[in-house]
């Protein structure tokens, strides 16, 4: 049973990730009708935002100690950093181990700019064209922005811990009346897991709730007419496309901790997350949430070892094996309207 | 473009060479000399094949570093590195066999297709007579089995898979570095000081053969020491979140935890065991403890403060005191200004090994190569003393193991030297069943002819 | 002459002369000189031009023709790599019982996924190929390794049982005895090129499927499939029933797909469950648009693009281009070094992404658009009627619709 209860922690987990990124997936295919394979890329940028500021806060200055010797047997150069130097060690310290809850608020203007720009210069240009052409141009990018993330970064991951005070597992178990000891969790996990759901309740309430979001809604459903009304959606849309970058900006902020950002991260989730957005239906935000969650839960319940004992293998499969049971089932997905992107 | 060469004049002036060129069938063209590729100028290729895109790229540009170095000492540039303490004095800086070392690089991307094409257009454009480098036991595999085939050398970099010279050991393809079989002989004595003969150990294995064969080594020394195997799980590769394999292992009962991952995988997957408390959990009395057989410097440096007090084996390491090491740490670090990886110093020493073949030999025929390579003898490149065995051309030498620093003095300090385990520990037979058993067998050398 | 009108028969002849002077194409830089890093006139990228060529052109029937997009025709060329290498273990290194099994079991198993992806259209269609080919990837890497050595890759063994080669027969894949990486090299003027049969078998094979997707798309169920890709609906208004068609289109470019796999094993026995990746299912639809989608040459021309840059560009390390520039003074040759080499050795993926984005931007209906553009102002027409074949124009894919119109 805890047994059960920890692979559901573990699958809301994975879900919230793959939410998050299907999220901003679907907002693009649904508000814009582009298919986005630099998706991924904006999750890994995004990613790398946290690697920034981290190596920023931890920018030093060197100081040679003669007492040290370094791997050359000359004077080790000691350095010190230039946050510890300004702000003296207890703020400095604190400043730097905060650094990925703190790349949230460089995160969402260099996302929303970078959304800004790619929708600006270059989608934009792509509304009127098929949609492998669009798939051409943006795996074009996806692979150019890595790149030059490979060359500023470097290919191996790298770390960057969270704050000190999330580290460590909560016994998760006692609370809800298992045995000490029987379900832990680690912190992060779980300020992960909220802080998805505040990021897609955000999402949700933006747009039900605003008159800008109404309106892009009502463009969603009938883009010729909300023009007709006089209302410039354009304007919405890039709006929409820097809301969707940032959102995957800060999925991979926050998922930093989790996994160490390399390069070709973005890659990795990409079919993960075109899979979710058509498991729960194309265009649907409720659905892609749906998906996702589903997809993370089952996907951990496929690794038990119970699990694969029965069928082997099945742990590296299950996504793509729900994925094509879901759409035979039902052709438009979980929660997918009919006739989008088919005919 | 080419339409003009064929004037009449053109013709009837290379006629007689064409024609002779034409009457000769050629496999990978050379058959005219007697062997692939024979160098006939003043120049001598050889092929540096590392990965340069995708998860090991890091670890593909040092070994690019230390085989470029490689060839500046060849070639008698710099300071001459290793060639100062190699036991054999038969390199003397100018080149191999008084001809210029000159190379090209080609991308693997840690692709088997995409390592033989790269290793093909090597030998078929550039005239190769040797390839050397790559990060994984599946390309190693895939390029030794293609320079086999094309007879030319093959000198494997990092590759820590038993197959590499067990089932699929090849007559042209040669390994300096360890093997899980040796990662297990070294590392259980260790274990056994550490944590004792009473543990139960959980193994998380990246699903594919090399993962299998490091678990499978793993298994057999541990359980040689009397722990007990609790469980072995398999894991996709590059699954990214691990907490699902993890999870379970809080309460199977289990007090040790052993990651037979490499990369990014095992950086992630050690990460988010440690995230989970594992580190932090007393089971059956005793500390739980993760241990890494495999350890590389760049793996270390992404998993950061993780790593502290973990066990792990590695093939070298730039803080070996011995005379070999300094000599290549110092021409490595000052030209680049870090120390190399256990990966760049086996990619560094395959190269001086192949040169100094090649001037024992006499010859650039693969099949004098090889005859020159097995069973010799060596010491002073940093491994201590080290025999090349000629029944499976795997090299024999003590084997590291290593522990995370557990305060680092600086950014390259994550690693730190436990034991050095003496090579008479980590022997085992060549027809051992880890290895292929009997059925395992080098096949004849292949010059090309 | 073989059923083709005037049109396409010098259209045929023009790609057979093109396909056999390859090795001089590709080769037109001497030996030695700075330019011949170039060179791509050695087999194995030939006969990989060929071979892809093969396999983008029966992506071609499905995509181009019949405007269904599929993320998943590595999984054939895996399984027809599979298939021939296990012919070669298990019967004779000859080339046809492999070649002829590949094609088999690739139609076989392109037949039972056509069968269920056929029943979606449009991206739904696109995921589930995309998930079953994954699912076979995965598979063939992990729990599949008795059949297909996981990570390794399948090879040929000298201890494999070969029940139809006897003693002394040649040990590497050949044809009736003649091994296909027999190469006659022949120099002229400071030039060598290479002439070697594998190529030449996977040149002569690319001809013939060339050939045959060319009669596909002059048939009447090649117009059938176009049909089908401006407009399934209205063609099942009709009372005919599309879906027998496009499941022929899907077995037959998972055949070509198979064959491909198969010539791949030919050339090089080994199979590795790295070919069914989603990138490679993803590499042969970007040859294809790369190229031209729905043009007969296009996605060769594509194919030809990616893998000579693949191969060529990712072998300029920085001392070549250090030698290259040794001509400039040495404040101006380190930042031109420097600059070049974020394109090329290490950096050669992003010349790729590069160009993926400046032809769909430029040129929207790919290579083939390209040459007619450049072809027209040699003639002095507008490009829009230049070209001789009818083929040639890129056309929409108004199968995969834009704008969807929908809501949350």
Partial sequence: MDAIFLQILNGLDKGSAYALIALGLTLIFGTLGVVNFAHGALFMLGAFCAVTLQKLFSLSYTVIDETQKDFLG???????????????????????????????????????????????????????????????????????????????????????????????????????????????????????????????????????????????????????????????????FTIMFGIAAAVAGLAGVMYTPILSPHYHMGMDFLVISFVVVVVGGMGSLPGAVAAGFLLGILQSFASMNEVKAVIPGIDQVIIYLVAIVILLVRPRGLMGKAGVMEE | MTSSKFTRRGLLKTGAAAGAGLAMPTIFTGAAWGFTNEPTGSTVTLGFNVPQTGPYAEEGMDELRAQQLAVEHLNGIGDGGMLNTFSSKVLDGTGILGKKVEFVTGDTQTKSDAARASAKSMIEKDKVVMINGGSSSGVAIAVQGLCQEAGIIFMAGLTHSNDTTGKDRKANGFRHFFNAYMSGAALAPVLKNAYGTDRRAYHLTADYTWGWTQ???????????????????????????????????????ADVLILNHYGGDMINSLTQAVQFGL?????????????????????????????????????????????????????????????????????????????????????????????????FEFDGLGNGPTLYRADDHQCFKDVLVMKGTENPTNQYDTLEIVEVTPRAQVEYAPNHPMFGGDDASLGSCNAGA | MLGLNKRDTRFLIIVILLTLFTPFLLQPFPEGSAMAQFNGGY??????????????????????????????????????????????????????????????????????????????????????????????????????????????????????????????????????????????????????????????????????????????????????????????????????N???????????????????????????????????????????VIMTILGGAGTLLGPVLGAGAIKYLENIFSKINEQVLHDWFSFLPDWLADPVVWLASRFTGEGWALTLGLMFMAVVIFLPGGLVEGGQKIAGWFRRKPPADGGDDPEHHPKPAPHVPHMANTGD
Wanted: with cysteine; glycine share 10%; charged share 15%.
């Fill in chain 3, 242 to 284: 599309s879906r027998p068609y496009t499941l022929a289109a899907f077995v037959i470019s998972g055949m070509y797909a198979g064959l491909a796999g198969g010539l791949l094993a030919v050339m090089d026995p080994l199979a590795g469950a790295e070919r069914m990746v989603w990138t490679a299912s993803g590499e042969v």
């Fill in chain 3, 43 to 240: 087999p194995d990228l030939m006969a990989k031009i060929a071979i892809f060529g093969i396999f983008a052109m029966g992506f071609n029937i499905l995509f181009g023709l019949t405007g269904y997009l599929s993320f998943g025709h590595a999984a054939f060329l895996g399984v027809g790599s599979y298939a021939a290498v296990w012919m070669f273990k298990l019967l004779t290194l000859n080339v046809f019982p492999a070649l002829i099994l590949a094609v088999l079991v690739a139609g076989l198993f392109s037949a039972i996924i056509g069968y269920i992806s056929l029943r979606r259209s449009g991206i739904y269609f696109s995921i589930l190929t995309l998930a079953m080919a994954e699912m076979s990837y995965r598979l063939a890497y992990s729990v599949l390794t008795p059949i297909t050595n996981g990570e390794t890759g399948l090879q040929v063994r000298d201890t494999d049982p070969r029940i139809l080669d006897g003693a002394g027969a040649a040990q590497y894949p050949n044809l009736f005895g003649l091994e296909l990486s027999t190469s006659w090299d022949w120099r002229v003027l400071g030039h060598v090129f290479t002439f070697n049969v594998g190529f030449y078998f996977c040149a002569v094979i690319a001809i013939v499927m060339f050939y045959v997707s060319l009669r596909i798309a002059r048939s009447p169920f090649g117009l059938v499939l176009k049909a089908i890709k401006s407009n399934q609906t209205r063609v099942n208004y009709t009372g005919m």
């Fill in chain 2, 215 to 253: 678990e499978e080594s793993l298994k057999a020394s541990t359980e040689a020491i009397g722990w007990e195997t609790v469980k072995t799980v398999r894991t996709p590769v590059g699954a990214g979140d691990f907490s699902s394999y993890i999870a379970p292992v809080l309460n199977s009962g």
């Fill in chain 1, 74 to 236: 000359n004077p080790l150069k000691v350095e010190v950093s230039y946050l510890e130097g300004w702000f003296g060690k207890d703020l400095g310290g604190a400043l730097a181990d905060w650094s990925v809850p703190l790349s949230i608020l460089i995160a969402i203007p260099i996302m929303v700019v970078i959304g800004f720009i790619m929708e600006r210069g270059l989608i934009r240009h792509f509304y009127k064209r098929p949609h492998a052409d669009q798939i051409l141009v943006t795996f074009g990018l996806a692979i150019v922005l890595q790149e030059i993330v490979k060359y500023f970064f470097g290919a191996n991951p790298i770390q960057t811990p969270a704050p000190q005070a999330f580290r460590g597992a909560l016994d998760f178990g006692v609370l809800v009346g298992f045995e000490p000891g029987a379900v832990i969790y680690p912190f992060w996990r779980l300020v992960y897991f909220l802080f998805a759901a505040v990021l897609i309740g955000a999402v949700f309430a933006f747009l039900r709730f605003t008159t800008f979001g109404m309106v892009v809604r009502a463009g969603m459903a009938d883009r010729e007419t909300v023009g007709l009304l006089g209302i410039n959606i354009d304007k919405r």
């Fill in chain 2, 279 to 375: 580190r932090d959990k007393v089971v059956n009395g005793k500390n739980f403890e993760i241990v890494v057989p495999l350890y590389s410097e760049l793996m270390a440096a992404g998993a950061g403060e993780n790593i502290k007090g973990v066990f792990g084996s590695m093939n070298w390491n730039w803080q070996l005191p011995d005379a070999g090491t300094k000599a290549f740490v110092k021409s490595f670090g000052e030209k680049y200004g870090r120390p190399p990886s256990n990966s760049a110093q086996t990619c560094y020493v395959q190269t001086l090994l192949y040169a100094d073949a090649v001037t024992r030999a006499g010859s650039f025929n693969p099949c004098a190569v090889a005859e020159a390579l097995e069973g």
